[in-house]
């Protein structure tokens, strides 16, 4: 049984590995929780955090939240532990941390890509899991996918994976990258989603610091991805565009910056609903400005898009508790009529 706010997660069904409970929570922020990917399955709004509600998913494991409504919310309890990564301890280090997944689907199965630290002093690294269901259960592949450190390219820190599969092409591609080393790569997948066929060299977009995802729309490539200092309120979400999922990029701005309630709002996804309109869903810190650090845990939130008529990403607004959207999305207006 878990508890947030008072409210009580009722466990509908246990099996043997598997915990389903539902809870009506909160509306943004939706649950504490970080680096939030977000896809949309048969209707319903799925999420992959690193974390979860209350606290009580920590950083040995993942789980995976869902919601038809983005009221009511499920959880489908342990989707991965850290003791089912058998490679897990070949670095020799003392400790191990899992953060930053992000998933994907091809030929009905389900790959769940994760971080794993530490990063010093040996490097992090990138893992696939598979399944096949979204609620998994997920099986480790057996090995790394990516390794990082150092190379004759430079440092580079081997977090926050998100595969794309091109909708035009059929190829996948894993983006990666981050932080200390703020460096971007991109691999195209093998067809078997757990291995890298090749690595593709792209330009390192304006402000990136981490925290990629790559979406579709209308034949426009948008890459979006984290600027600034994961707990300080210069952190944000920018973006490029491009006509190919590779680049070349055009550098279109800031979309989701701090405001007087909230700060540090990035690690995002982008998911299209069935009425084909689009949200965000991304994490911050909901306090009022000041120097510093940020206090506090971090929060998921899930927000409307708007394009302009030029394909664009209109500045996104961080709503709190009912202006925030539900499904289907009601109306087209904005809670901040200025945009
Ligand atoms: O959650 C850990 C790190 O914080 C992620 O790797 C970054 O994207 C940032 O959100």
Request: hydrophobic share 35%.
């Amino acid at each position: 049984m878990m508890r947030r706010s008072g409210k009580r997660w009722i466990v509908s069904a246990v099996g043997v590995a598997l915990v389903i409970a539902t809870a009506a929570i909160a509306r943004n922020p939706v649950f504490q929780g970080a680096d939030p990917h977000a896809m949309m399955i048969d209707g319903e709004m799925w999420i992959f955090p690193t974390g979860g509600p209350g606290g009580s998913w920590a950083a040995d494991r993942f789980g995976a939240f869902s919601s038809r409504d983005l009221k009511t919310w499920t959880s489908h309890g342990e989707i991965l532990r850290r003791d089912q990564i058998r490679w897990i301890g070949d670095d020799g280090a003392k400790a191990h941390f899992l953060w930053a997944p992000g998933v994907a689907t091809r030929g009905g199965k389900w790959y769940l890509y994760y971080s794993v630290g530490p990063q010093n002093p040996t490097p992090s690294r990138i893992g696939v899991a598979v399944a096949d269901a979204p609620q998994g259960p997920y099986r480790d592949s057996g090995r790394p996918l990516v390794t990082g450190g150092r190379s004759a390219n430079g440092e580079f820190e081997a977090i926050d994976p998100m595969a794309f599969v091109d909708p035009r092409s059929g190829k996948a591609y894993l983006y990666a990258g981050g932080s200390a080393g703020a460096k971007l790569r991109v691999w195209e997948l093998g067809r078997d989603m757990v291995s890298l066929a090749r690595e593709v060299t792209v330009d390192q977009p304006a402000n990136f610091t981490e925290g990629a995802f790559l979406h579709e729309r209308n034949g426009v490539y948008y890459l979006s991805y984290s600027h600034g200092h994961w707990d300080r309120p210069d952190y944000s979400v920018h973006y490029v565009t491009a006509r190919s999922p590779v680049g070349p990029w055009r550098y279109r701005g800031a979309i989701l910056t701090s405001d007087a309630r909230h700060q540090g709002p990035g690690h995002h996804s982008f998911v299209r609903t069935a009425r084909g309109e689009w949200l965000i869903v991304y994490h911050r810190w909901d306090q009022r400005p000041g120097p510093g650090q940020l206090k506090g845990e971090r929060q998921v939130a899930i927000d409307r898009v708007r394009y302009g008529a030029d394909g664009t990403i209109l500045p996104i607004a961080m709503t709190d508790g009912e202006e925030a959207p539900t499904l289907p999305l009601n109306n087209h207006s904005s809670p901040h009529p200025a945009l």
